[in-house]
């Protein structure tokens, strides 16, 4: 069964520092999103990405906050300059339909820790 | 805006015994539901949906859950709740139209002790 690949697991960065965090949605797939979760909170969008654009982003996804699909087969989310508020679980997913009724399929997560 | 309440942070119940995680929605407009499973180390699976149609949607693992507009739930059920069954539950609500984002409750605990 196709899955959506999420590396690394866990990332531990030192506040102030880059990261990027690597997904590889369904092959087939043209909907790719991103969404986090603090630890105990709500699963919450960030953005939402098609036809090498950003298609809706929430209020979290600030300037510090960037996704692009190098090549064909990876969707990345960089942080430019991490802040401990920033650790959370981040999860990517995809999907094959523009429309509500589609359901998106999800990575494992990457768990990323800022001290 | 939309939103999702998932009243419950931890549900216990008995192997063999009916299981049921609750989740009521605000959207403004028609909505499609979604419950997902969250297994440890693992990513979110999609159980089920409610799109149109009969208000008793069937899923995977044995899964159900019912549409009730008049209330705003979408309650998921189980006949015959698994120890395999224990695991984090997210509902999702997300609007009818357009490429808008899944919005989540913030999940409930499932634990089913044998």
């Known amino acids: 069964e196709p899955e959506v690949t999420q590396t690394p697991s866990h990332q531990v960065t030192q506040m102030g520092q880059e990261v990027i965090l690597r997904c590889v949605p369904i092959s087939n797939h043209l909907y790719f999103y991103w969404y986090r979760q603090i630890l105990g909170q709500k699963v919450e969008f960030l953005v939402s990405f098609y036809n090498n654009e950003i298609s809706e982003k929430s209020e979290i996804f600030d300037d510090q906050f960037s996704v692009e699909r190098p090549d064909g087969s990876n969707f990345t989310l960089k942080i430019r300059s991490t802040k401990l508020e920033d650790s959370a679980m981040y999860f990517c997913a995809s999907s094959d339909g523009f429309a509500g009724n589609t359901e998106a399929f999800f990575g494992q997560g990457t768990r990323l820790t800022v001290v | 805006a939309q939103s999702v309440a998932q009243p419950e942070d931890q549900v216990n119940v008995a192997e063999g015994n009916p299981l049921t995680v609750k989740c009521t929605y605000s959207v403004s407009g028609n909505p499609y539901l979604f419950w997902y499973v969250q297994y440890p180390n693992r990513g979110l699976q999609f159980l089920l949906k409610?799109?149109?149609?009969?208000?008793l949607v069937k899923g995977s693992y044995g899964f159900e859950a019912e549409f009730n507009k008049s209330q705003t739930s979408f309650h998921l059920k189980k006949p015959s709740a698994l120890v395999s069954d224990s695991a984090l539950y997210f509902c999702a609500v997300r609007l009818l139209s357009g490429n808008t984002p899944l919005v989540f409750g913030k999940g409930t605990r499932l634990s089913v002790i044998a």
């Open positions: 409610y799109i149109t149609g009969d208000n």
